[in-house]
């Protein structure tokens, strides 16, 4: 990471001369790539930073370190520039580049992949929609950051896993049962009622209808099973249509239901409890169970069980999150909707109650997503209670432009998504945009006639690449494992979106420029190895977002 390489060399820099001054502590800089009207690869700020500590001109403290830095980087960069209040901003020789061109072509598949995470245990839970009718949009959203999270955090070394939660207990349940028990009466031509608070989309009356044709015994267990493996086995095959798998499915029955805590005695709901109340964490009021979650930040006390025996979600997420880290994971990340803000504090505060830091709770809320046709808003729900499924949007738009779609914003904001632009084949349309440039390359190499799978990392003279737009191509790609590093620590994949759209755009300037096959086959040989990397650059990136690169459009 080019990042992390040059701030090492700038930390034994900064820290000679701040001690020669008799300064303890260097303020937290940042290393960053300015815009590109200012100029240059890296801009620093540590100068205006120091300022403010010593009460002197930034300006003047950037003059005094420039020298320092140069020497230090004589190998690396052009001489440093200062801009603006006092940035100082890095620009990397050709040499470099260069060095960073043959560097991808070698790592090929693997380039941006690291060891950072040193194997360290990362929990990644989404989806988790309740078994009670298909995903819609909404779902779909979080099932495409998480699945590029979990990509993106093992590409990057760390033992990530992906689990979903099946909520198969409680009122939910119980609910299903009855609405499904309504339409099979229906279906019979005997009386029935419906209830009130049942789930009344169109799948409830397939589910019956099913049902009915098994020749199943009637009985409200019945009825939940068969509906909740029906659901089960749509959301099964929805989410492989949307290329995402999980690693483990949990289901709350193991933890509410099974008697396989305390040697058989109780479940795990109950031995949590019990554990919370022994510990002075719970207490007891009015015939309920309360967690104490008032004494870790959350803004009042919770139900665990109610006065009528009943144990609340609370409880059961409580014990599922005990059982993660008895598991062995140092980081559980969860993905709720935005509309589950409320609940993190008591999140957080049940992790530290079960005596863990609550920083190894993080939480990412995603926004609603919307939908727009022919520029007008689509209705995503009625009161007969449909809503437009993921399904719907698959089949109409295609999984590659849906999951890369979800990811064009960062999960906190919300998010338009244009039907009419993701069916466009036009570069328009971000994912159709970035996938071209993979095609447009092996459409080159198939003119070229030669071998795409050519060894260019030796016996390619890539200095005969001077042109603006080919070094800007290369400084782009150089970055992209920067951005690998970016995504985990936002936990967003919206930067990797945005970095292959930038590098799709860098890539079209250099095509409109730099004609690829000439009469100077140095130079042809040169520009070929560059594509090359563009291919790998962009195939990477696409798979970490679960996107295909296809060869041919």
């Not at 990042?3 to 820099?13: A, E, M, T, V």
């Not at 960062?410 to 095609?439: C, I, T």
Request: proline content about 3%; some cysteine; aromatic content about 10%.
């Amino acid at each position: 990471m080019i990042k992390n390489q040059f701030r090492k060399s700038l930390d034994g820099i900064f820290s000679k001369w701040a001690s020669a001054r008799g300064i303890e502590a260097l303020p937290q800089y940042s290393l960053e790539q300015p815009p590109k009207n200012i100029g240059g690869d890296l801009a620093c700020n540590i100068a205006m930073l120091l300022s403010k500590q010593l009460k002197a001109n930034p300006r003047k403290i950037a003059e005094e370190l420039v020298p320092l830095i140069d020497k230090e980087l004589s190998g690396l960069t052009q001489p440093s520039r200062i801009a603006g209040a006092g940035f100082i901003n890095l620009t990397f020789l050709d040499s470099f580049v260069y060095d960073g061109l043959k560097n991808i072509l070698e790592k090929k598949d693997s380039f941006g992949r690291a060891d950072a995470g040193l194997g360290e245990k990362v929990l990644i839970e989404f989806v988790s929609a309740n078994p009670t009718g298909p995903l819609h949009i909404g779902h779909g959203r979080g099932a495409a950051i998480g699945d590029s999270l979990s990509r993106i955090y093992s590409f990057m070394g760390y033992d990530a896993k992906r689990e979903y939660y099946l909520n198969d207990v409680g009122n939910q349940m119980r609910m299903l049962a009855s609405s499904v028990e309504a339409r099979y009466l229906e279906q019979k031509g005997e009386n029935f009622t419906f209830p009130e608070d049942g789930y009344k989309g169109e799948y409830i009356r397939d589910i019956a209808k099913s049902f009915l044709e098994k020749r199943l015994e009637p009985s409200e267990d019945n009825f939940r099973k068969f509906a909740v493996s029906e659901i089960m086995n749509g959301i099964n095959s929805d989410l492989s249509a949307f290329r995402v798998s999980f690693d483990s499915w949990f289901s709350e029955a193991t933890i509410a239901l099974d008697k396989n805590a305390d040697g058989g005695k109780n479940t795990q709901v109950e031995s949590v409890c019990e554990w919370l109340k022994d510990g002075g964490f719970a207490y007891e009021q009015d015939g309920a169970l309360w967690f104490a979650s008032s004494r870790y930040g959350d803004d009042k006390d919770r139900v665990l069980k109610r006065s009528d025996g009943r144990f609340t979600y609370l409880a059961s997420d409580i014990a599922y999150h005990k059982n993660k880290l008895e598991r062995g994971y140092s980081k559980l990340i969860d993905l709720w909707g935005a509309d589950h803000h409320g609940y993190v504090a008591r999140m957080k505060a049940a992790v530290q109650a079960l005596g863990s830091s609550p920083d190894k709770l993080v939480v990412i809320l995603y926004q609603l997503v919307s939908l727009v046709r022919d520029g007008k808003p689509v209705a995503m729900s009625t009161r007969s209670g449909e809503f437009v499924t993921l399904k719907e949007v698959l089949d109409e738009v295609g999984t590659d432009a849906c999951r890369f779609f979800f990811m064009l914003r960062a999960p906190d904001s919300q998010l338009e998504f244009d039907l009419d632009l993701a069916k466009k084949q036009s570069s328009e349309n971000p994912v159709f945009y970035v996938q071209y440039v993979h095609a447009r390359s092996h459409s080159i190499f198939a003119q070229s006639g030669i071998s795409f799978e050519e060894n260019f990392a030796r016996g390619t003279d890539f200095e005969v690449l001077t042109a603006p737009e080919e070094l800007e191509l290369i400084r782009k790609m150089i970055f992209f494992p920067d951005i690998l590093e970016l995504c985990l620590k936002s936990l967003s994949p919206h930067h990797l979106t945005a970095y292959l759209m930038e590098l799709a755009d860098s890539y079209h300037a250099f095509y409109e420029k730099c004609r690829v096959i000439t009469e100077d086959k140095k130079l042809v040989r040169a520009r070929l190895a560059l594509i090359k990397a563009v291919t790998v650059v962009i195939e990477n990136g696409l798979g970490l977002l679960g996107v295909s690169a296809p060869r041919k459009m």
